[in-house]
């Protein structure tokens, strides 16, 4: 192959490169400017990434959102989750649909199985993309365990999510409505 | 010329002097001449060593300062550290391309570089983001940005690198139960460097490193692509793949020295015995074939099918590869080695029609047995150390792993153990026997 065509195809290859890094950037950053703020419950659990660092691991209580009787999705296949609001102020998942919903925000996710509980109705299980909080490799285990001792019940820990065209970026932790830098802060005589 | 080559050339020029074909000023020039050339090489390839090894360790010094996760910039200072690298690395290999091209030194270290900061620019985005999702996603992510790489920079270490990210990709994505047929396409990437780099120089050291991580890129990816709807498959294919490496490497060696130079034959060997070994147990028989087929769980129907392909194309494609030896006459060691194929084709139906454990267990213990003491005697016809200690090795892991398998009754493994004794010592006179006649022949 000559040298001419082997730099070009490296060129569009360097630019894929790039697109990959940059547009998720981008992404993230439309969600994060222009998306609505919603906030999650959450629980808490372990922390190490060989490439990417120390953070905080992120659980549900519930990862579940009801699906109407005519919901027919396969395993794996996409699904969009409208986002309402709770009576005390959490997130809570809507009801699943196939197409993309309308005038509400809503998460782009992927579908688990759908099945009914005891009382007849029906769910979609779902993996919220909210997996990992990254810290400082010094704080994160100290936010690690103030998150854990949240779920023994002394403490609440939540996430706040920015949402935009079924993109979802996380915007912060808080350990009782209090960023986690901040609570660390706060809370530095206490450890 | 290859260093093999200048060697032999240089081993001869006595005998020619003496014979009077060239005279000693032109065998001076010569020994001069080449011995130029090969310190040369030599030196050009620590370069091209220490190029890669130096852009690994920066390579992976960014990754780990990014990890360490610097909060106290803000997202747009991350994103322009994310990519920074990532654009350096990228104008440095387009000018190695452009001016430098047949430096391998040069190709191989910016491509390492590069293969790293990629990584690097997408770690740091999900880490400014929060986004990503686990490490299975990562890996995946980056095997698919290095997947051209290997072939378009005509770089080994990038294709080392890119198949030990894949396949540590499929094992993530295994635990986590996804699947990963799309894995084998993807390896099917590092052919055309494969090909690029055998043309180049076939007993080069790169040729040597990538069929290394081929190999044993294999050795997982067999295990971790099966979908094991009808179990006990990974038998066949695994005694196919080892046995396949065995011939292939044999067929393909053109007086390489040195065990480093020959990766098949070195993963094909180690392999069978660890194989074979595991397979003189009785366990892995148990609950085998057609009549096992899991109904309950739900599959995914081309890897079944692939499943099938492989446990019948591996050991045809040894059978093929000896038949090839068998032409040439001269490689009955290794045609000895692959004697497992034709047995397990017997053995699997057997015992999945019998639902016997016992029939694979002994046929492969006494296949270790034979093929033990077989390569024992043929180290002794060669008068070569290394293959009777490979016999030597074979027997012994079996007699060890016998004696600690609980399986057999006391009074069988008493006999098994004097039998096996006898076998030694009898080994043993015939082996100082022949050395010593050896010797008085020579005398």
């Known amino acids: ?21 940059g547009g998720a950037i981008v992404k993230s950053e439309l969600a994060l400017r222009t998306g609505e703020a919603f906030r999650f419950r959450i629980q808490p659990v372990d922390p190490v990434d060989a490439f990417r660092g120390r953070y905080v691991a992120i659980r549900f209580a519930v990862e579940r959102a009801p699906a109407t009787d005519d919901l027919e999705v396969r395993s794996g296949g996409t699904i969009y989750v409208p986002l309402d609001v709770n009576a005390d102020g959490y997130a809570a998942l809507g009801q699943a649909k196939t197409d993309r919903p309308r005038g509400s925000s809503y998460l782009r996710l992927r579908a688990g199985v759908v ?3 005891e009382e007849g109705n029906r769910w979609v299980w779902v993996a919220l993309p909210f997996r990992r909080y990254y810290m400082d490799e010094d704080r994160a285990p100290e936010a690690e365990r103030a998150v854990w001792a949240g779920r023994r019940g002394q403490r609440e820990a939540s996430i706040s999510v920015r949402v935009r065209n079924g993109v979802g970026v996380i915007e912060e932790l808080y350990i009782d409505d209090v960023p986690i830098h901040q609570w660390l802060a706060e809370n530095a005589q206490d450890r | 010329m290859g260093r093999l080559s200048i060697r032999w050339l240089l081993g001869e020029l006595p005998k020619l002097e003496a014979e009077g074909v060239i005279d000693a000023t032109v065998a001076e020039r010569l020994r001069a001449h080449y011995a130029e050339k090969t310190s040369g090489s030599g030196r050009r390839l620590v370069v091209a060593i220490f190029a890669v090894f130096g852009a690994l360790l920066i390579g992976g010094g960014v990754i780990l300062l990014l990890a360490h996760n610097w909060e106290a910039f803000g997202r747009g200072t991350r994103a322009t550290i994310a990519l920074a690298p990532l654009l350096v690395s990228q104008v440095m290999v387009g000018w190695v391309l452009a001016k430098r091209c047949e430096s391998t030194a040069w190709r191989e270290g910016t491509a390492t570089l590069l293969a790293l900061t990629v ?7 999900d880490q400014t983001y929060h986004t990503g999702g686990d490490l299975e996603s990562f890996l995946w992510r980056w095997s698919l940005l290095l997947a051209p790489l290997p072939w378009l920079l005509n770089s080994t270490a990038v294709a080392m690198l890119f198949l030990a990210s894949l396949a540590w990709w499929a094992g993530a994505a295994k635990v986590e139960g996804s ?18 780099v055998l043309r180049s120089g076939r007993r080069g050291l790169r040729a040597a490193n990538l069929q290394w991580a081929i190999a044993l890129f294999l050795c997982v990816a067999a295990g971790l692509g099966l979908d094991h709807r009808v179990p006990g498959l990974w038998i066949v294919v695994y005694v196919g793949l080892f046995a396949l490496m065995i011939t292939l490497g044999a067929a393909s060696r053109r007086g390489e020295e040195g065990l480093w130079r020959r990766p098949l034959e070195v993963v094909g060997f180690t392999g069978s015995i660890v194989m074979w070994l595991i397979l003189s147990f009785d366990e892995p028989w148990r609950h085998i074939g057609w009549k096992h087929i899991h109904t309950t769980e739900r599959f995914h129907e ?21 038949a090839l030896l068998l032409d040439r ?20 139906p057997l015992t999945a029609a019998t639902d016997s454990r016992w029939i694979g267990a002994v046929s492969f213990s006494l296949l270790l047995l034979v093929v033990g003491i077989a390569t024992i005697a043929e180290g002794v016809r060669r008068q070569n150390l290394g293959t009777v200690n490979l016999g030597m090795l074979v027997v012994a892991m079996l007699v060890m792993v016998r004696f600690f398998d609980s399986g057999f009754g006391f009074i069988l493994k008493g006999f098994a153990f004097i039998l096996v004794g006898t076998g030694f010592l009898v080994a043993n006179v015939v082996l100082s026997r022949s050395l010593r006649a050896a ?3 020579a005398k």
């Open chain 1, 1 to 21: 192959m000559n040298r001419s065509l082997r730099l070009a195809l490296f060129v569009v290859v360097a630019l894929v490169q790039l697109a990959v890094a």
């Open chain 1, 115 to 117: 099945s009914p509980d």
């Open chain 2, 119 to 125: 990584a690097a620019a997408i770690a740091l985005v």
């Open chain 2, 179 to 196: 699947q990963i047929l799309v894995m084998w396409p993807l390896a099917a990437a590092v052919v055309p460097h494969l090909v690029q």
């Open chain 2, 302 to 322: 081309v890897t079944s099918w692939l499943d099938l392909v492989l446990a019948i194309g591996l050991p045809l494609a040894a059978i093929v590869a000896m």
């Open chain 2, 329 to 348: 006459g001269q490689h009955s060691l290794y045609l000895l080695w692959g004697i497992s194929v034709p047995l397990v084709a017997v053995v699997w």
């Open chain 2, 439 to 441: 010797e008085e022949e």
